[in-house]
């Protein structure tokens, strides 16, 4: 499972970049959002990968079968979050490039470049 | 729990509740950024004060203890720069008071200038990579919103290019941290810093250490990763500038010095070589890009570049000697930087150009401005007795003791060059006759009401962070056992660790 999984981390992470370095920004947000995700399984194999085990476990009961580590997938929820947010402005903001610039060539974006 | 650590967090946060519960009143508004950053200085001051007099301050923010509660925690480092973002924020609050558009303050500069502020103080406040993470995040939040709010073309080509390059760090600092958890098992800094002490050199903290390198780089805007910086800072309008080269890249040295002393010390032959050779490169290429620059903005954001290289060179030399001088140095190119991106503002207010060719004779009408760019711009280059020669004596003497001439040789000449650009501004903007175009003369001889009726709101932070620079190139002495005791302790992370979790390393 854990080879299954870096191989799509792996997958995302090179679809991610390639994305990026395509000319249109619409692509551009697309990869952004692939490195994210990329990073998200990153975290989720790496702490290790626990099947039907319960991350809550109560002090009574026999805990011999173990459990899962509930840290990573909380990490994975706020970074879920927070990329859900980034990537609502990032489209927002392409939006209001393309009106003001009216393009989405990033070949056309280079006045502010030194 | 001392409540003066997370006071910085609050003032902010309720600051910008307020300001966005009186979206419709910009007077309001006005008021409230004012009291809220004026607060929110005081507030850095007493944690400063604090820590100085009790030591390194610890907080977790519920019931559980150490390593799996939310920390909160404050050395002399943190306090300091605390301190000076409150100081920049008040500054940057009262320029945009005078010089923000109604089209920008109605559409939330004011709530947005707080809320990037608690994301600043957050990072530096924080025990825990995680939560570093998202403070991260909530400052970025905001500085893309204050670098796209207004909409002109430049602006969003600059956006486009900002957003990205931090949203590329943003994702590799996530990874980074997942790594980290897999292989340590926790994100408590205290916590790991011990678990590290004792775990064996292994290569893959290299390469997380490495991650964590450029991630905090691209921040910093370090050599290789610095063309965003050029191509952003100068497109929004001065006071978002102002507090972006103020602070922004430095909450990424300020991550860079924290991991790279108190969790990555295993392998520094390694590490901070890499560091130092990084250092040399970013004084070097920022300085030159900026000798080539003829844009009185473009210039100094190129010179933002140049001195996050001394900073990085107090990290790479690891003594407490260079910590000391880069602390120092920190609070140093925060406030001489502001004050000369201030001073362009007020400039192009006058003229109506940052074209350094269109500019000119502002010495002969404006000398008391003159002196307000003269004081920062010979601080930067480190003429004595300003701030900046104390804090570059400091990183020399640090870099010979420990003989690394070559970063003590690409020190000295960077700052001949800078020394070089900054006469250069002086010689093009002030001191030259003012070039015969029927235009520039006009907007010089009538000066708009508003700009005469905000003078004063314009000079009043100007003069401030003049006055600051000359207070600590003066008096150097406090600061410097203030920068000298923040170093200590960044070496010596036995008491970090046993202010968080109560145990000795």
Redesign the interface.
């Known amino acids: 499972m854990e080879t299954i999984l870096a191989v799509v981390i792996g997958g995302l992470y090179a679809a991610g970049l390639f994305m990026?370095l395509r000319r249109s920004?619409v692509k551009?947000i697309i990869g952004?959002g692939l490195?994210?995700h990329?990073?998200?399984l990153?975290?989720f194999t790496?702490?290790?990968l626990t099947r039907a085990r319960p991350p809550l476990i109560s002090e009574s009961l026999d805990n011999s079968t173990g459990f899962a580590d509930p840290?990573?997938q909380a990490?994975i929820l706020?970074?879920i979050v927070?990329g859900f947010?980034?990537q609502a402005?990032?489209l927002v903001?392409?939006h209001?490039?393309i009106q003001?610039?009216g393009t989405d060539d990033?070949d056309n974006?280079?006045?502010?470049?030194? | 729990m001392n409540v003066l650590l997370i006071l910085p967090l609050l003032l902010p946060m309720t600051a910008a509740i307020l300001s966005l519960l009186a979206w419709n009143s910009r007077r309001t508004q006005r008021i409230l950024s004012v009291i809220g950053t004026a607060l929110l200085f005081v507030s850095g001051l007493m944690l400063l004060e604090s820590v100085w007099q009790n030591g390194i301050q610890a907080a977790q923010m519920d019931a559980w203890p150490a390593p799996f509660g939310i920390t909160v925690v404050a050395d002399l480092f943190s306090a300091i720069m605390v301190a000076i973002a409150g100081f920049m924020g008040l500054a940057v609050a009262v320029y945009s008071l005078a010089t923000m558009d109604r089209q920008r303050e109605a559409f939330g500069y004011y709530p947005l200038l707080h809320i990037l502020l608690m994301g600043v103080c957050g990072a530096f406040l924080t025990g825990d990579l995680f939560n570093l993470y998202v403070w991260f995040e909530v400052m970025l939040m905001a500085s893309f919103v204050l670098m796209a709010l207004g909409g002109e073309r430049a602006q969003m080509e600059g956006a486009i290019k900002y957003v990205t390059l931090n949203l590329i760090s943003s994702a590799m600092f996530l990874a980074a941290v997942g790594m980290l958890y897999g292989v340590m098992g926790t994100l408590n800094m205290a916590d790991l810093a011990q678990k590290l002490r004792d775990t064996p050199q292994m290569d893959l903290l290299t390469t997380i250490a490495m991650l964590f390198l450029v991630a905090f780089g691209i921040k910093a805007a370090v050599f290789p990763l610095f063309f965003w910086l050029p191509a952003s800072y100068h497109t929004p309008p001065v006071a978002v500038s102002v507090i972006f080269a103020g602070l922004l890249t430095k909450v990424g040295v300020y991550a860079l010095i924290r991991v790279f002393t108190l969790l990555f010390v295993q392998d520094v032959a390694y590490t901070h070589m890499i560091i130092l050779v990084i250092a040399g490169l970013t004084m070097l290429t920022g300085v030159l890009g900026a000798v080539a620059q003829a844009d009185f903005r473009r210039l100094l954001a190129f010179h933002i570049i140049s001195q996050i290289g001394y900073l990085l060179m107090g990290l790479g030399l690891l003594t407490t000697a260079a910590l000391a001088g880069a602390v120092y140095f920190m609070v140093h190119v925060i406030i001489a930087k502001a004050s000369l991106f201030l001073v362009s503002g007020v400039v192009y207010r006058l003229r109506g150009t940052y074209d350094l060719k269109k500019l000119g004779g502002l010495y002969g009408r404006h000398p008391f401005l003159a002196i307000l760019f003269l004081i920062p711009a010979l601080s930067l280059a480190g003429v004595p007795p300003l701030s900046g020669f104390f804090g570059k004596l400091a990183l020399i003497q640090a870099g010979l003791w420990v003989e690394q001439y070559a970063i003590v040789a690409t020190a000295l000449v960077v700052s001949i060059l800078t020394l070089f650009s900054m006469i250069k501004i002086w010689n093009e903007a002030f001191w030259k006759e003012a070039p015969e175009t029927p235009g520039a003369e006009g907007s010089a001889t009538q000066p708009s009401s508003e700009v005469m009726g905000s003078r004063y709101l314009l000079i009043l932070p100007i003069a401030a962070l003049a006055l600051a620079i000359l207070f600590i190139g003066l008096a150097a002495e406090p600061l410097y056992l203030l920068a000298s005791g923040a170093a200590e302790q960044l070496m010596n992370p036995a008491e970090y660790i046993h202010a968080v979790l109560g145990r000795r390393l």
């Open positions: 990026m920004i551009l952004i490195l994210g990329a990073a998200n990153l975290i790496i702490a290790g840290l990573p990490l706020t970074a927070i947010a980034v402005f990032a903001l392409i209001r490039v003001t610039v990033l974006m280079k006045a502010t470049d030194t």
